[in-house]
Every structure is written in structure tokens, then in C-alpha cells.
């Protein structure tokens, strides 16, 4: 019984110096990724400036939404949409030289603006469009130059 013992023991003492052994080459990775090895970048100091330029991007990103949606306003708002309708209000008078230009927004907002030429000189007339529609109304040529604007879309390169 007492040499089953010792052998048991002795078993013992030999998985107890097993375990040993693997706990101080576990615990030596463990520090060594932690930053106990100089040499080299520690698992620690590298998550830490990953996660510093994690923060960094994030303020970017965050920048960049905030002026994309400062230029998607803006840019709704220039003038993007333009149609010419060019006619001749007067039989007698030569030529084309009378037009209507429609000139609208995102929103379909904006003017149309019209030149009438005849003998005795030009007249130049301008009228707000607002959503599509002028409160003022509209000529056959100033109707068909707003139609021709309000269909046209910006070409996304």
C-alpha cells in the first residue's frame, strides 16, 4: 500500500512538474505579447495605437458626413437644369432671335427668362419658378423651355 502511494505520489509530483513546465511557456508568451519582450511590438502598445486611429478615422469619417451634407444642400440648390427655346413671336421679323431660358435647381426652382426681339427693339422679361410651377403666367415658349428643364437630370460621372 505505502509503494502504491509513492508511485502515486511520484505520479503526482510528475504532472504537477508537466503543468509547471506549460504554465511558464504560457506565461511567458502572454507576457512577452503584452509588452515583456522589448524587442518586439507588444499585443498591448499595437491594439493601443490601433484603437487611436480607429478614433482618428472615426472623426473623419465623421467630418466628411457633416460636409457631404453641407454640399448635398448646397449643390441641390445651384443651377443644374437649363433649356433654350428659341422662336419668332412676329411673323414679319426674321429669325429666331426671340428665346425663352429656363434655368432650375434640384427642386425645380428657379426662372425662366425670356427676350421678345422685334422692330422696334427687345424686350427681356423674368419670371420665379418655384417647385416646377411660376405664379405668373406662362407663355407657349416659357411652357415648353420649363417642361424641357424640369426633365432633364444631372448626369453622375
Known amino acids: 500500500m505505502i509503494v502504491a502511494l509513492v508511485v502515486l505520489s511520484l505520479i503526482g509530483i510528475a504532472l504537477a512538474v508537466v503543468a509547471l513546465v506549460q504554465f511558464r511557456r504560457l506565461s511567458e508568451r502572454f507576457t512577452s505579447s503584452l509588452g515583456g519582450d522589448q524587442s518586439a511590438d507588444s499585443l498591448e502598445a499595437t491594439l493601443t495605437r490601433h484603437m487611436a486611429r480607429v478614433e482618428e478615422v472615426n472623426h473623419r469619417l465623421s467630418e466628411l458626413e457633416n460636409e457631404y451634407e453641407r454640399l448635398s444642400i448646397t449643390g441641390a440648390l445651384a443651377s443644374q437644369k437649363i433649356s433654350v427655346v428659341r422662336f419668332n413671336p412676329f411673323g414679319d421679323t426674321g429669325g429666331d432671335q ?31 419658378i418655384d417647385f416646377g410651377k411660376s405664379k405668373y403666367q406662362l407663355s407657349t415658349e416659357e411652357d415648353q423651355a420649363l417642361s424641357q428643364a424640369v426633365k432633364r437630370v444631372p448626369k453622375i460621372n
Open 98 to 128: 426671340s428665346f425663352s431660358l429656363a434655368v432650375l435647381d434640384a427642386h425645380d426652382s428657379g426662372y425662366v427668362l425670356s427676350s421678345i426681339h422685334g422692330r422696334q427693339g427687345t424686350r427681356v422679361y423674368v419670371k420665379p
